[in-house]
């Protein structure tokens, strides 16, 4: 039986009931039909998505998970959520601190050596790039090498264009057991197609709230978009902007109200496109609209 959605989504196996004398198999696959379901309520910002993408790590029994955004661009990572969790039967493995440096390297690499394997849906793994020559003649399996208490590690591609691919990347302090039953492929092809169906902004909230957090000082208190607290330091004209656009106002209703031209509100929507990493006034009202609020650490 499916489970009912929620606000956090389930974290483990045993909160989703199946039919009874149900085998293993018949618990693997009502688990990822679950994943699935509560990933593709995540793309439409129904449930937490931070909650999901535990449920991911422990369903695949990951030390830590993470999405990432890769600008094609400047070569830029973005983080978008990540998750770490604590594995009993490999407590004396840890995954190193500091893997800014590891991060996308197995993306990295994969451009530079074929990039025409880079699609949704596709597995990324640290195994099989081990075998090619290049890989291991490549300063990007130095930086593995360095990191020997990871066993694993999977990236599994969401979404790709002419400027950016969304990825997972999940790292194993174990040797993880890849199901015959339910092969991998499967669960990373209906991820990507949920993350493709997404509502527009949702991944750009995500990624504004993740680097809102790095931004605060360690004091508890929540952060909006256009609160005092003002976390992407947008002007108090930009901030005027983001209030009247909320409002249902268009950009030349803007204009008369703040008896400004029409450039100046265009240069306004500019600067705040840049400062909150948004690419319209579509995905700017979603984060608007989806409240953009943290708590800092």
Not at 26 to 51: P, Q
Not at 166 to 195: F, H, R
Request: glycine residues 6%; hydrophobic residues 45%; neutral net charge.
């Amino acid at each position: 039986m499916m489970p009912v959605l929620s606000q956090f989504g389930p974290h483990d196996r045993s909160q989703i009931a199946s039919f009874s004398q149900s085998n293993d198999f018949a618990a693997r696959l009502t688990s990822a039909f679950a994943l699935v379901t509560d990933w593709s309520a995540a793309m439409a910002g129904n449930i937490r998505f931070e909650n999901v993408v535990t449920t991911l790590a422990h369903q695949v029994g990951a030390a830590r998970c993470g999405v990432y955004r890769f600008s094609r661009l400047d070569g830029k990572i973005q983080p978008i959520v990540t998750v770490a969790r604590e594995i009993p039967e490999a407590s004396e493995k840890t995954v190193p601190d500091g893997l800014s440096v590891l991060t996308g390297s197995m993306l990295r690499f994969m451009l530079g050596f074929d990039a025409a394997q880079i699609a949704a849906g596709g597995i990324l793994r640290l195994t099989n790039l081990r075998e090619e020559p290049a890989f291991n003649d490549s300063e990007i399996a130095r930086l593995w090498d360095a990191a020997p208490d990871i066993a694993q590690a999977s990236v599994l591609i969401m979404d790709v264009t002419e400027k950016k691919i969304d990825m997972v990347e999940i790292l194993y302090t174990a040797p993880p057991d890849y199901s015959v039953d339910l092969p991998a492929p499967i669960l990373a092809g209906a991820l990507a197609e949920a993350w493709a169906l997404r509502t527009p902004g949702v991944i750009l909230g995500l990624i504004g709230k993740y680097g809102v957090k790095k931004r605060l000082a360690p004091d508890s208190f929540e952060s909006h978009i256009l609160s005092p607290n003002n976390p992407f330091a947008l002007s108090r004209s930009q901030q005027k902007v983001c209030q009247l656009l909320a409002a249902g106002q268009k950009a030349n209703d803007i204009a008369t109200l703040l008896g400004v031209s029409i450039t100046t509100v265009r240069s306004h929507l500019s600067q705040i496109y840049a400062k909150t990493g948004t690419s319209g006034q579509i995905e700017i009202l979603a984060l608007i609209n989806a409240g953009a609020r943290v708590t800092a650490p």
